[in-house]
């Protein structure tokens, strides 16, 4: 079974009707893994973003301890 499936893409690629159905399978394949990269780029920013803004808030907050002598 596992062997017929090459020779079955190899049959499709060869075939008028076949290619239609492999290409669209490819650019499917294509947009599901840059929409995965996309969503994991934004992912990471939002984090990197969050984190740095907690940084800044914490740094204020120090701040204003020092000064005005809350514990």
Known sequence: MIRRIPEYI???LEDNKGSPLIEE???IGLAILTV???V???????GWT?????NIFNY???IVN???GFP
Do not use: D, R
Not at 41 to 46: A, H, N, T
Not at 50 to 54: C, E, F, P, Q, Y
């Open 25 to 27: 399978g490819i650019l």
């Open 36 to 38: 995965t990269i996309l």
């Open 10 to 12: 190899l049959k499709m």
């Open 60 to 62: 204020i907050n120090s």
């Open 66 to 68: 020092g000064l005005f």
């Open 40 to 46: 994991g780029i934004i992912l990471s920013v939002l």
């Open 50 to 54: 969050g984190s740095s803004i907690t």
